[in-house]
């Protein structure tokens, strides 16, 4: 990548920070544009025909089309904004149409072999954050023992877009508060680094116990622990608008994407149908020609 290029991403970085977007979506929107400019040449120039050629690649996903959409939308709106270009590319650029997302939850079951495959752990305290908390795997990086109240029984967190919430503590991760440092991360980084440990990192230790522990399913993911921490509540028979607080989504059609209905709760809601006699006979009179049949 040139020098105009990466000058141009530092200045995009600093104005997303203004914005107070969050950390992980300008590491995320940056990386896009880096591979943009990687495939294409200098994001200055693009054209909106380079642009939709590049979120039209083969092997993408829908909602990464989506998310490269929204990057490109930004940064583009951006140089506009600031002089850098008159126009806009990306406003050639179409919808990117999305199927509603099916949830993938690991079951109870799978979790355990998870817990007891040989993980260190540091991973097992992190896929109970993942299940008891429904944490995502950027939420379960940054826990800090300051954060947590065990008298009032509640943990602190910074949510998506870098909201700030209050949420109950399960009395599981209580306990395990109890042997985790009370004034530092839980999480540090390796190697001395400050901080806490990066997001792919604790993906990586979560998808290494998964794979250590026999589960070969592509699409259950670290994240799926949030998908069992919605859908065993709403087993649970918790009310959707308190998952979505829990789980901190601004909408329930978010949450909805999460909770599975399992097939307990199926069979009762259709075994609530009470079995009534069915009559052995239609009742239809039979026709003429039938009647002399018979007769005969």
């Known amino acids: 990548m040139n020098t105009d290029d990466t000058h141009l991403l530092q200045q995009f970085a600093a104005y997303m920070r203004a914005q107070n977007l969050a950390e992980n979506t300008i590491r995320s929107r940056t990386s896009t544009l880096r591979s943009l400019a990687a495939k294409h040449g200098a994001l200055r120039d693009l054209t909106g025909h380079e642009l939709r050629l590049y979120i039209g690649r083969a ?81 379960i990086a940054r826990v800090h023992g300051s954060d947590i109240d065990l008298d009032e029984m509640t943990i602190r967190v910074i949510g998506k877009g870098g909201k700030q919430r209050t949420l109950p503590l399960h009395p599981v991760i209580a306990g395990i508060a109890l042997t985790m440092p009370r004034d530092d991360w839980w999480f540090p980084a390796r190697k001395g680094q400050p901080g806490p440990i990066k997001p792919s990192s604790v993906t990586d230790l979560i998808t290494k116990a998964k794979l250590r522990a026999g589960i070969t399913d592509p ?22 608008r308190v998952i979505r607080e829990l789980m901190m989504h601004e909408t329930l059609s978010s949450t909805e994407i999460y909770t599975q209905v399992s097939a307990r709760l199926k069979r009762e809601a259709l075994y609530a149908l009470p079995a009534r006699p069915v009559p052995e006979r239609s009742g239809r009179k039979p026709s003429r020609e039938a009647t002399s049949r018979l007769a005969a």
């Open 59 to 139: 092997g993408v996903a829908a909602g990464t089309r989506r998310a490269e959409r929204y990057a490109l939308t930004a940064f583009y709106t951006f140089l506009r904004t600031e002089g850098i270009r008159p126009d806009n590319p990306a406003d050639m650029l179409p919808h990117v149409h999305v199927p509603k997302g099916q949830p993938r939850p690991f079951t109870w079951r799978q979790i355990e072999r998870m817990l007891t495959s040989g993980a260190y752990r540091r991973t097992r305290v992190m896929i109970l954050l993942g299940y008891y908390q429904g944490f995502r795997v950027s939420t």
């Open 219 to 240: 699409t259950l993911t670290p994240h799926s622990l949030r998908h069992g921490f919605g859908t065993d509540l709403v087993d649970e028979g918790v009310d959707i």
